[in-house]
Each structure stands twice: as structure tokens, then as C-alpha cells.
């Protein structure tokens, strides 16, 4: 059994999508209050969603504040799901399911929910207090606020509580297994393993009391679900598998593959990694991954600042290793002066720039795509470099080595875009394996004959990378502009604008030297093209795919490099009559196109912290094809 | 038979760049600069294994007069880059050269963290009181009360004390010394090299254009006996010149006084006798200021420490000890499945 509604119905008068049209696929959300343990919850549910064979993609949506005040709204941590018997490239749009463990966590997410779909409430949470705190006037289950949906209240604190009795565990210790009992209890909706999760428990915890009670009630939910009087209630729900391309899979979120991505990365260039970083949301996950990687030849320094982070990771640079900073924008922000610097010196480095919600604080959990114009153009001076942007968790690990790539071979800085969403949400990933990339080795010029630290290669425009320590080619450089050749001082005007101009060339070079701008989707040439970058990838791409079913002449162009642009873009944006983009800002990449390729070129772009939908999407694009 | 041919040795031009150097004429920095190139022949350094690493300001244009390897980066972050250096490549013998304005105000925070993480590098700090390259500004060393093109009625700030603020820090090598006394500059550099972790030097820089005589009040040959000590571990803190000048602890206080030998009942056995690894005794030391006190110069404080990069390769070789790591595993951890 599914639980869809018809699919025909559309939309419902007040605009709430109805319906997915997806019968191979289901949204869970999970929430609850920020202790709840909802990410644990979410992960384990997609770690045995994964290991089904099903697809997937995952949001999790979690307050700024570490511990919020129990039973608030502003407390409310969520986990979305989204998993099929095809392809799934979002978190999805609104759930076909949501599991509420208070009623702030009711209240935040009820509306977002399919007309239609299933709530389970947690009814043992739904006191007076906790009604007031979520600021329910009326208990939302007697008032008709529900009524559009079908819930299913379970006192699920209870019922933990029970199942845990046997165990040597505290009250409190008990009620934190109310995550497991869920988990057991959504495992058992849709046929999922316990497996991986008991043995996660028993990794974690090890033979103790705390271990037992955690797997009972992880078992006593899955039995609820499976007890006569209430299966009933409770659908059950299973999806085909999905044919995926053979391999062997993991799931993978976007930290994680940036991580792994720039070691891999630093191993085809053949040089070490030095990474500099500062702790900031949602980018430290980062600096945590990497310095548990030491044996990889990967040495991690926690700077005092952005600025030293930037500045340790150019000077690690400088002695022939591969300097690595990482940040969010008001991070990205102080390093500034820096990637100056490396950019007036010419040596490689990478910045990684997980883009955050909001102007100066603005809300650090939550996603957008903003950066675009601090990374393209925000520098004093004409001062170029490139900009690469990941579309999805796994790609984090193609554009990192890709980064190092180009930092290496062009000694210039390199900015890698990835956001708060694609770093935290997860998707299965068919692992790559080394031996599947050409090595790029990084050679440090140690001839003394004829060095000239600022002479270039003819093809690259790079300078010659010297080691400190290499014996007879001391040479000094620094921010000041350089003679061309010598690298001494020059205030000769003719030679800064030379130089300007090399350095732009040596950037504008490396259009020929990445693949060529590809259509993901739909023709080569037609009525509309919409032009998306970084995490914006699965809702435009699901919703050109929808669109193309329906008959419309749409296609769907996806940017990896930002800066320099693929050579070919320009053209190819000129072969559609409308060109939209899709970006969650007010319109960067939007300008930016328009700066670059002349054209008129509309946006739909969207700051409210969340992923693009794919209905906004679809609508957007029905907007301009039913005129 | 192999005859072992001692490499030449180097002299203090071999450590001088071709570049033609750019600081105002009777500039203090010109005898740091020959002090810094006489020391590094002495103490035998390889100039392709030295490294000069600086900020922005007038004595931040030092490393490119030095035939070694060089990087002048952004104002204030010399630490930091050098910092970065160090963990990178702890073989190379990192200095770094800072001013008063690059290291106490824009660099502040960077400095603090080379000097308390214990960063094997040397840290001169030229202190001439002043922006120069500005044009003149008061700088957070200037005293109290000084003119300058942004303070026309007298600076209202309170200054720093470098080494006290170095002192703070944690730092574990604190030294002090004056740009036109070659010899004695050169012992503290010699020190300062050979001490693992991070040495702090402060070096009295007279500005001829835009401050001059700030520190004639100790620094002319006329007064420099009687308002200067020269602080040698082990040895008596005695002055002046007749040498019976001496600090002792002031009887019922917990400060330092300045007193004559033989005269008010004081004998050579009340002075206290200098010793390094006295954070309490630095303290006091590099507080004393002219004319109350005598100026102290030299090696002030020096505590060894294990030093941090060495402390950040160990983790990375302890990591490595297994064998390196296989990127194929790692990607392959935690659990995985196969579709067939
Ligand atoms: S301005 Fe002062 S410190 Fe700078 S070079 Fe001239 S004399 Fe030296």
C-alpha cells in the first residue's frame, strides 16, 4: 500500500501541494525537541533505508542553538527523507509523512505536510505546559487543526518507558530511547532491517544497561507496528528497489565527501595536506573529518582566527604542501586580504566555503547560496581566481580533487562552493575507486639555472613552485606588485599592468583546460533553459524531468565552474529563446550571467533558508512556457 | 681516503641580497639588518634553510635585503604565516620581523598565539613608537601624550609594553636589546636561534624622521651607564659607571628598587643576582623604565618548552606509525553495500 492520495488531484485551493505524483517515493520528516536525538534518528533510519537497496536524499533542518529550551518552537530539530524505487535527487518537498515527538515540533511542521498525509504524534508529550510552550491555545487533535490529515497518536514516552523497565537505566536515560522506539516503529512502516542500528547501539555503548535499553525499545517500537490491534492503523509501505548502476555504495554526506576528496586530491598531486581552519557552522565538520586523518599525511591547525587560518594555510602553501582553508561567508569574509596575498604571490591554495544562510550572522544552520559574488568578485583590486561549485554530497568529492587540481598546476587560489544543505544531507554514492583518476604529481622546481621566480610556463602561465630549503634558489616574494620575470619590487606602471593582465590570462586559461558545459537534461538547443549551481542540482533536475514528461520544451544546464566560466556556456545560453536561473539569493548568478553573456535572463531565486522545491520550480517554469 | 672539505664559511655579506635597501637614511633598521647578516655568518645559518617572514611597515621590507628565502605578507599576519611555515616544514629556521604597529595593534591577536602555542620562530620586534610608513601615527607603544598627525593635542592612549605583553603571552624567551649595539644584538640573536620555541626580541628602534630621539633619554652615550643594565644569567644585576649601581628587592615591598652599592647601609650581597627562568624576576625586570630605573636589556627571560610544531609532527608520525593510510579503505569505511 502507498500512501499517496490521488494524484490527480493537484494542488488544494490554498495552494498546498495535494499530491507528488510520485508513487515510487515517500517523504518522512522526522521532529522533535533539539534532545530528542532527531539527527541520530534520521541517520540510522537512512543508513537501513540505503542498505535496502532504496534511493535517497536527506534534510536535516536543526536549530542554531545547541540546547534550546525544552518545548519551544526555536527548538524544534528536524531530519526529512526523502527515498524511492528511482532515482531520488531531493530531500523532497512536503512529507507524505511526519512523526511530531512534541507539539512545537507539530506546530512548526503540520502545514508543510501532504493534505491528506500521516501524522503520528507522540501524545505523551502533549501536556498543557508543552501545548502552551509551542503555543497551541487549544490542543491542535480536538480543535480541527488536524483535520485535513490522518493522525495516529501513540503515547510513545509511555510505551518507552515500559520497554526499558527491566533495564538498570534512569528515568531520564529512558526517555532519551524515545527516538529508538520511533525509529523501530518507522523501520517497521517500511519493512527496514534493525541490524545496523543494534549494532551501531552496541558499538556505541558497548554491553551496558544503557545498550539494552536502547535496543529494547528500539525492538518493543518495531513490535507495536506489528501487534494485531493497531496494524490496522498503521500503514505499511514497501517500495521496489532501486536498479542502481552495480558497485559498491555507501551513503555519504557532503563533509564528508569534501573531506575525503581533498585528500584524495592532495594524493594525486603527490604533496601533503596542511589544513587551517577556524571552527564556524555549518564548516566545521570539515577540520573535525580531516584531523582524524593524520595518517593520511594530513596535519590540522585550529587558528586563533580566519585570518590565521587563511594565512597559515598560504604559508604551508609556500613551503610545497597543499594549504587548505575552510569557512562560511562571514568567515570567507576576514580571509579576504589573504587569497589577495596568494593570489600577488601566486601559490596554490584552496578555500572551501560552506555557504550559510543571511548577511553577517544570519542563520547559520540554515542553507542558501549567496557567496557568489564574495567569491567571483569580492577582493580589492582586479584580482582573479576560480570558483568551483559542488551540485550534491557526493560531487563534494570530484570538485575537491578538481580544486587541488587547478590550485596546483595554475599556483593560483581556488574557491570551492558547497552549502549548509549539500554539508549536511546524505545520499547513497557509488564509491570511487584511486585507481579511476589520473594522477596530477606537482613538481617543485629545485634547477638553479636560469630561475627567475616569476617567469611562467608557457602553456599554464604558472610560476615555478620552490621548497624553502631548496638549496640556491632563495628568492623573495610577497604582496607588492612584482617585476615581471624577477619578482623584485616594481613600481614601474607598464609592469603592473603586464602583470594584471598575466595574471588575468593565466585565469582565463583554464576555460580550456575543464570539460566542456553539458545539458543535464531535455535538448541541446529550445524554448527555455534553466540554469541552476551547487544545491540547487536535485529540485531543478527532478523538476526539468517532470516538466519534459509533461511535453515542455525545457532543459536543465548545471554549473560546476563559476570562475573562469566553460568556454563554451556563452553559446550554448544562446541556442534557448528564455534563459531562467534557479538560485537560492536575490539573483547572483543571475547578474553574474547577465554580466558575462549579454542576454536578457530571468530569475527565480528564493533566500528563506530552504532547498528549492521542485513544484516552485516546475511553476516557474510552467509561468514562462503556458503564455 | 676521503678528504672532507669544509664548506666556505659564510660571511655577513653572503646573508645581503642584491636589492638595494630602501629605508631612510641614519634609519635605526640599517644596524639591525648588518646585526641580523653578522649573526647569522657567526652562528654558521644556511641561508637556503633560513627564512625571513614579515608584516606590513617600515621593517617589514627587511626580508628582501636578505639573501635567504623571504615572504612579506599582510599587515599584522606574519605570525600567522609563519606559524603556517613552521607546522609545514619544522626544518626550516623561521624569523620573523614585525614593528609596533604590525605586531601589538593589527597583529596583536596573532602574535599572542605564535608566542603562547610556542612556535620555534625568532620574533624581532622593531619598536621605534611610531607608524612610519603611514607618515607618522602614534602607534599602541607611544607614550601617553605624543603628537602626531592623527593625535595634534597628544595621544590620550595608554601604551604597551612590548615584553610585558610578551611576558603574558607565555612566551618562554623574552630578550631585549638596542639597534645601534651591535655586539650585544648579536649574542641576544644567537640565543634566540638557538632556543627551541618561540623567541620573543624586542629591539629599541630609533625612527630619525618621525620619532626621533624617543629613546635618547637611555640611549646617548652620555647617559646609557647610568640608565641601562645588562642582564647576564648568574650574575649580579649590577650597573652604572662606576659598576656599583645594583637592583635589589626594596626592603618591605614586593617591587624592585634601583640603589648605590655603599651607600644607606646597601652592600654588593643585597643586589640580586639575574635569573632567566624567573618569570616573577622578568616580570619585574622588563617593567622598570628611565629615570627611575635602569632600562633592561638582554636576554630578560628563557624557559624552554617543547615547541608546537614539534609537538603537531609528533601526532602526525604517532598517526602514521600503523602505516599510511589507504584512500581506497577509507572510503570504503563504516558500511557499504553491493549491487550486483
Ligand atoms: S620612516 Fe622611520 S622607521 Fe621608517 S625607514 Fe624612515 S626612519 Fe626608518
Known amino acids: 500500500m502507498n500512501l499517496q492520495t490521488d494524484p490527480s488531484q493537484g494542488e488544494s485551493s490554498d495552494g498546498a501541494p495535494l499530491s507528488e505524483a510520485d508513487s515510487d517515493s515517500v517523504v518522512v520528516r522526522f521532529a522533535g525537541d533539539s534532545g530528542d536525538g532527531i539527527q541520530l534518528l534520521g541517520g540510522q533510519f537512512s543508513q537501513a533505508t540505503a542498505l535496502d537497496n532504496n534511493s535517497l536524499a536527506t534534510f536535516p533542518d536543526f536549530p542554531a542553538e545547541i540546547r534550546a529550551p525544552t518545548g519551544t518552537t526555536y527548538g524544534v530539530s528536524a531530519f526529512q527523507i526523502k527515498f524511492g524505487s528511482r532515482h531520488i535527487r531531493t530531500s523532497g518537498d512536503a512529507p507524505d509523512v511526519l512523526v511530531a515527538l512534541n507539539p512545537a515540533a507539530l506546530k512548526v511542521n503540520y502545514e508543510q505536510v501532504l493534505r491528506g498525509g500521516l501524522i503520528i504524534l507522540d501524545t505523551g508529550s502533549f501536556g498543557e505546559r508543552n501545548l502552551k510552550k509551542a503555543g497551541f491555545e487549544v490542543d491542535p487533535r480536538e480543535d480541527g487543526t488536524l483535520k485535513e490529515y490522518r493522525t495516529i497518536e501513540i503515547d510513545i514516552s509511555a510505551l518507552t518507558l515500559e520497554a526499558t523497565k527491566p533495564f538498570d537505566v534512569t528515568q531520564k536515560e529512558a526517555l532519551r530511547a524515545k527516538n529508538l522506539w520511533t525509529l523501530g516503529l518507522v523501520d517497521w512502516m517500511y519493512g527496514r532491517s534493525l541490524d545496523a542500528t543494534e549494532t551501531f547501539i552496541t558499538r556505541k555503548f558497548g554491553d551496558s544497561a544503557i545498550s539494552q535499553a536502547n535496543i529494547a525499545a528500539l525492538k518493543a517500537g518495531h513490535a507495536y507496528g506489528e501487534t494485531a490491534e493497531v496494524s490496522g492503523d498503521i500503514p505499511q509501505t514497501r517500495l521496489g528497489e532501486v536498479k542502481f548502476e552495480s558497485g559498491e555504495y555507501r551513503l555519504v554526506s557532503g563533509a564528508e565527501a569534501l573531506s575525503w576528496g581533498l585528500v584524495a586530491g592532495c594524493k594525486l598531486a603527490g604533496i601533503d595536506m596542511t589544513f587551517c581552519s577556524y571552527p564556524i557552522t555549518p564548516s566545521s565538520p570539515i577540520l573535525h573529518i580531516l584531523s582524524r586523518l593524520k595518517n593520511f599525511g594530513v596535519t590540522t591547525f585550529q587558528a586563533e582566527d580566519e585570518i590565521a587560518a587563511a594565512c597559515s594555510a598560504l604559508g604551508a602553501s609556500y613551503t610545497g604542501k597543499m594549504g587548505i582553508t575552510a569557512s562560511s561567508g562571514p568567515g570567507i569574509a576576514l580571509k579576504t586580504e589573504a587569497i589577495g596575498l596568494a593570489i600577488s604571490t601566486e601559490l596554490p591554495l584552496v578555500i572551501v566555503d560552506t555557504q550559510r544562510a543571511g548577511q553577517s550572522t544570519g542563520l547559520p544552520t540554515k542553507t542558501e547560496q549567496s557567496d557568489l559574488f564574495l567569491t567571483v568578485w569580492g577582493r580589492n583590486a582586479d584580482a582573479p581566481m576560480p570558483v568551483l561549485s559542488a551540485r550534491s554530497p557526493g560531487d563534494c568529492f570530484e570538485t575537491a580533487i578538481e580544486a587541488v587540481r587547478l590550485a596546483t598546476k595554475y599556483m593560483t587560489p581556488v574557491f570551492l562552493l558547497s552549502d549548509g544543505y549539500i554539508a549536511n544531507a546524505a545520499e547513497p554514492w557509488l564509491i570511487p575507486s584511486m585507481s579511476d583518476y589520473e594522477p596530477f604529481p606537482v613538481s617543485h622546481r629545485t634547477d638553479p639555472e636560469g630561475f627567475q621566480p616569476f617567469s611562467r610556463d608557457d602553456e599554464t602561465l604558472a610560476r615555478p613552485w620552490v621548497k624553502p630549503g631548496t638549496p640556491g634558489l632563495m ?111 536575490k539573483g547572483q548568478m543571475l547578474t553574474f550571467l547577465r554580466s558575462q553573456c549579454g542576454r536578457p535572463i530571468e530569475g527565480h531565486l528564493k533566500v528563506n533558508g530552504q532547498p528549492l522545491t521542485i513544484h516552485e520550480v516546475q511553476d516557474a517554469i510552467r509561468a514562462r512556457l503556458d503564455k | 681516503m676521503n678528504v672532507q672539505v669544509e664548506p666556505a664559511k659564510l660571511k655577513a655579506k653572503d646573508f645581503a641580497s642584491d636589492q638595494e635597501v630602501r629605508w631612510c637614511p641614519g634609519c635605526g633598521d640599517y644596524a639591525i639588518l648588518k646585526a641580523v647578516q653578522m649573526s647569522l655568518a657567526n652562528m654558521g645559518a644556511q641561508p637556503d634553510n633560513t627564512v625571513f617572514v614579515s608584516g606590513i611597515g617600515c621593517a617589514a621590507r627587511f626580508p628582501y635585503y636578505m639573501e635567504t628565502y623571504g615572504f612579506h605578507t599582510i599587515h599584522g599576519r606574519a605570525p600567522a604565516v609563519a606559524s603556517g611555515v613552521k607546522i609545514a616544514n619544522p626544518e626550516l629556521d623561521v624569523w620573523v620581523v614585525s614593528g609596533d604597529g604590525d605586531a601589538l595593534s593589527i597583529g596583536g591577536n596573532h602574535l599572542l598565539h605564535l608566542l603562547r602555542r610556542n612556535v620555534d620562530v625568532q620574533f624581532l620586534l622593531f619598536n621605534n613608537e611610531i607608524y612610519g610608513l603611514t607618515k607618522g601615527q602614534y602607534s599602541p607603544t607611544s607614550q601617553a601624550g605624543q603628537k602626531s598627525p592623527s593625535t595634534p593635542q597628544g595621544s590620550v592612549d595608554a601604551p604597551i609594553d612590548a615584553c610585558t605583553f610578551a611576558l603574558g603571552c607565555n612566551a618562554r624567551f623574552i630578550a631585549r636589546g638596542i639597534d645601534i649595539q651591535a655586539k650585544q644584538l648579536g649574542d641576544i640573536f644567537t640565543r634566540a636561534q638557538e632556543h627551541k620555541g618561540a623567541s620573543f626580541v624586542e629591539i629599541i628602534q630609533n625612527c630619525i624622521v618621525f620619532n626621533d630621539d624617543a629613546f635618547a633619554h637611555f640611549t646617548e652615550k652620555s647617559v646609557a651607564k647610568e640608565t641601562q643594565i645588562h642582564v647576564k644569567h648568574g650574575e649580579k644585576l649590577i650597573y652604572g659607571a662606576d659598576g656599583n649601581k645594583g637592583i635589589r628587592i626594596k626592603p618591605g615591598a614586593f617591587e624592585l628598587e634601583a640603589v648605590t652599592i655603599g651607600e644607606d647601609g646597601v652592600t654588593e650581597d643585597d643586589i640580586l643576582v639575574h635569573d632567566e627562568t624567573n618569570r616573577v624576576l622578568a616580570n619585574l625586570l622588563v617593567a622598570m623604565k628611565p629615570p627611575e630605573m635602569p632600562i633592561a636589556l638582554g636576554v630578560i627571560y628563557c624557559d624552554p618548552a617543547p615547541s608546537y610544531e614539534r609537538a603537531v609532527q609528533a601526532q602526525v608520525e604517532a598517526s602514521m606509525a600503523n602505516g599510511a593510510g589507504d584512500m581506497d579503505k577509507l572510503l570504503r569505511s563504516g558500511n557499504t553495500w553491493t549491487v550486483s
Not at chain 1, 602583470?499 to 545539458?519: C, E, H, S, W, Y
Not at chain 1, 524531468?545 to 511535453?551: I, P
Open chain 1, 475 to 585: 628568492h623573495r616574494i610577497g604582496g607588492i606588485e612584482k617585476a615581471d620575470g624577477s619578482g623584485n619590487i616594481s613600481y614601474d606602471p607598464d609592469n603592473h599592468q603586464l602583470m594584471t593582465d598575466l595574471r588575468f590570462a593565466k585565469i582565463d586559461g583554464i576555460a580550456n583546460d575543464i570539460p566542456a558545459q553539458t545539458v543535464e537534461s531535455g535538448a541541446e538547443k529550445g524554448k527555455l533553459a534553466v540554469v541552476g549551481w551547487g544545491s540547487t542540482y536535485g529540485p531543478i533536475n527532478r523538476a526539468v524531468t517532470r516538466m519534459l514528461a509533461e511535453g515542455y520544451d525545457v532543459s536543465h544546464i548545471h554549473i560546476r565552474h563559476i570562475w573562469p566560466l566553460p568556454a563554451n556556456l556563452i553559446d550554448l545560453l544562446h541556442d534557448f529563446d528564455e534563459v531562467l536561473v534557479a538560485e537560492m539569493n
